[in-house]
């Protein structure tokens, strides 16, 4: 009801000033009611079709404001909280470990004109996030494949990598040692390429966490690290020996 409300109050300026716009040059308005039907089309399949664990009672983990897209954690905030517009090159390529829809990489492209990947177990995700970058006529930058990290074997060699507390999921599809997942990530990486890692909430204080960040000086040198969430999560950045 809300995005409809949205689409309503645009469209009616719009038609107030239809002497100065057309369906072309506002195609972001117009194209977006068609846009949520398509979303909770692949929200009804997943419900009634995956059988997997699903996020966030069956919505997507990750919301995207500027399309109307609920979800629990918002994707634009997290990327001016990462500060990813001053990290990320418009000739950067990148890779999104566990991507969930890929809104960070779909928003992180949206935003820096870099190409980016995003790899999900979940393809119902995946199909929401190719919809929106469709949408934002980012189908030529955006790739997301519905595939198992064990599975993935990429076809280029990356500059950066986010892993935004991927390195265990929640449905238990991947349970690994950390310093398996980071030596995983730096083959992605080509050599100086950026490691964006995000902890778990449960690895903040962990000791056994903390010991692991401190041993991996021979794959990753550590360029910074924040606190986020309200000091629920670390951010690291990392780059590649």
């Known amino acids: 009801m809300g ?8 469209r009616l300026v719009r038609f107030m000033n239809h002497h ?15 846009l ?9 399949d997943q419900v009634e079709k995956y059988g997997s ?41 990148l890779l999104d470990i566990g991507c969930n829809c890929g809104f ?14 995003g790899i999900d177990i979940n393809p119902y995700m995946t199909r929401i996030g190719e919809l929106c970058a469709d949408y934002l006529r980012l189908s030529d930058r955006v790739n997301l494949e519905a595939i198992k990290i064990h599975d993935f074997k990429p076809d280029e060699i990356y500059t950066v990598v986010f892993s935004f507390a991927t ?3 929640d449905d238990e599809n991947y349970r690994v040692p950390l310093r398996e997942h980071f030596e995983r990530l730096a083959g ?11 902890s778990h909430a449960n690895d903040v204080g962990d ?16 360029q910074s690290k924040k606190d986020t969430d309200q000091a629920t999560r670390h951010l690291y950045l990392f780059r590649k020996v």
Request: aromatic share 18%; charged share 25%.
């Open 20 to 34: 100065v716009t057309d369906s072309e040059s506002d195609w972001f308005v117009y194209e977006q009611k068609t």
């Open 207 to 222: 000791e056994e966490f903390y010991a692991t960040i401190d041993s991996i000086g021979d794959i990753f040198s550590l």
């Open 104 to 117: 960070m990489a779909v928003y992180t492209a949206f935003r820096t004109g870099c190409r980016a990947n």
């Open 188 to 198: 992605y990486l080509d050599n100086g390429g950026l490691l964006v890692f995000e």
């Open 53 to 93: 664990y699903s996020y966030f009672y069956g919505h997507p983990y990750q919301s995207l404001g500027i399309l109307g897209v609920y979800g629990e954690r918002s994707t634009e905030e997290r990327f001016e909280c990462y500060e990813l517009r001053d990290i990320i090159k418009h000739d950067d390529r």
């Open 36 to 44: 949520d039907k398509k979303i909770k089309a692949v929200l009804k």
């Open 3 to 10: 995005i409809s409300f949205i689409i309503f109050s645009r």
């Open 167 to 169: 390195h265990w999921t």
